[in-house]
């Protein structure tokens, strides 16, 4: 419990600001009870492996690398779903909320995790997808068994048009593969909701037996001592009165990308009310997938709605200066004003990462760890991007995600053995490798100074350290050079005055940024930080060059100024 207070907020603040925190894709982290899990799933000894059930990681796996964050220097981590799931979207197809899926492992091995994730100072985070269940869940069993089932109103459901019975409710299409967001049940004659797959039906969030069945799953969890939750599609409970059509020219986006109903917001200030209560301060982040900082700033409400949403916009950014710059102001112009808690994300489980999205280069990844770990917010890093990982390639037969996903989902490296130090016994992880992980890996490169890795532990200890840097107020600065990305983050204490800079060469070439170019400090610029790497102008410890090297981001540190 002490550890977990260190890495707390400062004075009032929630632990959550300035938080680092890392997401875990439960298939791909590790694999490290293969024997257990064949156990928990009753599989015959001779049963034969299948890739995708045996290659995929464990929590055992995950439990293993906690020293690994530890090193890392996160202070909370976010698993995507581990509940059981028939596995249609990979566990965001829930098909019951209060267990874990044997192919992970069971309640007393998550409750073994948790508990070392805190001795470890680390908070977690567990996925909640309210938004709709597994068509396999009991609850939509029972739903589509009769019309006039108990549950059959804890769903959305639509008679055919008696001119046309083909012709689904309306014109809204489904997020993977092209189809409509409307199946028809033959069994009871009318159409059912699903913003995904078909095997993912849509909860009807207006019916209050589902909003208290869901309070008590957050319940059952935050009773175990998790420490909040990541909301899957939060903009999407609430659906319009009377399911109207869409206008043509928005119809062919999936309804989930475009969904934005003022009823949504009672229902996550519920949510809120409703965890708030808990005392571990549990925290509640939105996926908010409306890709625009003005549309997702009213889902923190008036600070009685989501603590967090995502902010995905970094996500969909070309590398460039100027793209970056627009991306701070849209903070300022938006979240600022209302005094909400921003969030930065590079990657995640939904699209490339960020390196191969970036052109593939190791010095450009480099320099968005230094830009995305210095900025003003709460930093969700993706498990594998702190070792630079780049998507895997998947070739045709090992495709299996229907949102064609899975090359951000490689297993992640762990040693330079040809298992990458998951207990595979000779046999194919779930997906294939990410490209060369004889060197991309994390114990080879913990042992070298120069790596990704290393990097970013000096950047999450610099910003551990740094109160301006993890809580500090962000002031845009003109550097004088256009593909110079430049900001400082102050921090006013009882520590003192305290002020980085940090600076972002987008060009491929030397620049030059003069002293003259930035707020003055007593006895000049220091490099806490530099992305280093090929070119790079600058050494830490050393005074600032006034130059930076070709895609070189650096972290300036000056003296810190004790109150008069
Ligand atoms: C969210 C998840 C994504 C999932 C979808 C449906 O966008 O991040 O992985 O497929 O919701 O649950």
């Known amino acids: 419990m002490s550890a977990r207070r260190e890495g707390g907020g400062g004075g009032d603040r929630p632990w959550w600001h300035g938080a680092v925190v890392y997401q875990i894709y439960p298939r791909s982290l590790c694999l490290a009870d293969p024997a257990g899990r064949r156990e ?24 293993h690398h906690l020293g690994h964050l530890a090193e890392l220097g996160v202070d909370a981590v976010w698993l995507s779903p581990i509940f059981p799931s028939p596995m249609a979207d990979f566990g965001y197809d829930v098909s019951d909320y209060c267990d874990v899926s044997p192919l992970f492992g069971d309640l007393a091995g998550f409750d073994r995790f948790l508990a070392e994730a805190h001795d470890h100072g680390i908070r977690v985070i ?24 108990e549950h059959r109103d804890w769903y959305i459901w639509r008679d055919p048009d008696p001119e046309d019975p083909s012709k689904p409710p309306n014109n809204w299409k489904r997020s993977f593969g092209e189809g409509p967001a409307w199946t028809f049940d033959e069994r009871t004659g009318q159409w ?53 059509d869409l206008p043509a020219d928005k119809a062919e986006m999936p309804y989930s990308a475009l969904i934005d109903e003022p009823s949504t917001h009672p229902i996550l200030k519920r949510l809120r009310a409703h965890i708030d209560r808990w005392p571990q301060q549990p925290v509640l982040v939105g996926e908010v997938f409306l890709i625009d900082a003005s549309k997702v700033a009213p889902y923190y409400g008036d600070g009685d709605e989501l603590h967090l949403a995502f902010n995905f916009v970094p996500m969909f950014t070309k590398w460039s200066a100027r793209s970056f710059r627009r991306r701070i102001e849209e903070i300022d112009d938006f979240l600022v004003p209302i005094g909400a808690w921003p969030t930065w994300v590079l990657s995640s489980h939904d699209r490339s990462r960020h390196r191969t999205r970036l052109g593939g280069s190791e010095r450009r990844a480099r320099a968005a760890a230094v830009l995305s770990l210095a900025m003003r917010g709460t930093v969700f890093l993706y498990a594998g991007e702190e070792l630079g990982l780049e998507d895997a390639d998947v070739p045709p037969d090992r495709v299996v995600d229907p949102g064609g996903r899975d090359g951000c989902r490689a297993p992640i490296p762990w040693t330079c053995e040809p298992d990458h ?28 100074p120069g790596s990704v890795l290393a990097l970013y532990r000096r950047l999450a200890a610099c910003r551990r350290a740094s109160e301006a840097l993890r809580w500090g107020d962000l002031e845009r600065l003109d550097a004088g050079e256009d593909d ?44 806490a930080v530099s992305s280093g790497g090929e070119g790079a102008a600058n050494s830490e410890g050393s005074p600032f060059a006034e130059t930076l090297g070709p895609e070189e981001a650096v972290v300036l540190l000056g003296a810190r100024l004790t109150h008069d």
């Not at 983050?489 to 987008?506: D, I, K, P």
């Open 40 to 63: 928990r799933l009753h599989l015959a000894p001779g049963a034969p492996p299948d890739r995708v059930r045996d290659g995929a990681g464990d929590l055992e796996g995950i439990r």
């Open 126 to 149: 567990l996925d909640f997808v309210p938004n709709h269940t597994s068509d396999r869940h009991p609850w939509f069993l029972d739903a589509r068994s009769s019309r006039t089932s």
């Open 192 to 244: 059912y909701l699903h913003l995904f797959l078909p095997e993912q039906p849509d909860l009807n969030w207006a019916n209050p037996a589902v909003v208290e069945a869901m309070e008590e799953v957050l319940d059952f969890w935050l009773a175990r001592g998790v420490d909040g939750f990541r909301i899957d599609v939060a903009h999407a409970l609430g659906k319009p009165d009377g399911l109207p």
């Open 421 to 448: 130090g998951w207990a595979l016994a000779g046999s194919e992880p779930w997906l294939p490798w990410p490209p060369s992980p004889q060197t991309c890996n994390a114990g080879t490169e913990a042992s070298d």
């Open 484 to 527: 110079v990305l430049a900001f400082a983050r102050h921090s006013r204490s009882g520590r003192g005055n305290e002020t980085a800079v940090v600076l972002v060469n987008f060009a491929a070439e030397t620049t030059r940024v003069g002293e003259a170019e930035l707020p003055a400090a007593p006895g000049g610029w220091r490099v």
